[in-house]
């Protein structure tokens, strides 16, 4: 049975994207993460057939996984998959705000720099 996450109450479709969501995969797995032992870890590692760093940085926000692999993960971290393609959609729309506005912010740069 899965546990009620607790980052399930603010992950609602309805709220808007901040760039500050671009960890809230990392905030929905991380919990699970820690809870493995290391031999379900690597088992888990192999099934997904990542590098341990890989699983890292998808806990910090520095990376996303592959959205095919969002059902694997949920099963094998035991967390809810409407709560994990949640957290997904939210960090990866809150990295195309970022990139949006870096872009931005570089031709504003640009433009004032001619």
Excluded: C
């Excluded at 399930?8 to 671009?22: G, Q």
């Excluded at 990376?63 to 692999?69: F, G, I, M, R, Y």
């Excluded at 694997?72 to 409407?82: E, G, K, M, Q």
């Amino acid at each position: 049975m899965t546990e009620e996450n607790p980052f399930d109450k603010n992950l609602t479709s309805e709220r808007k994207v901040t760039m500050e969501d671009d960890s809230a995969f990392g905030d929905v797995i991380r919990p699970a993460v820690f809870k493995m032992g290391r031999k379900a870890m690597r088992q888990a590692m192999e099934e997904l057939e990542v590098h341990p760093t890989t699983i890292s940085n998808w806990q910090t926000g520095v990376a996303l996984p592959d959205v095919e692999k969002l059902p694997s993960i949920a099963r094998l971290f035991d967390i809810d998959l409407v709560t994990l393609q949640e957290a997904y959609r939210l960090a990866h729309q809150a990295r195309e705000l970022k990139k949006k506005a870096k872009s931005s912010l570089t031709r504003t740069i640009r433009s004032r720099n001619k």
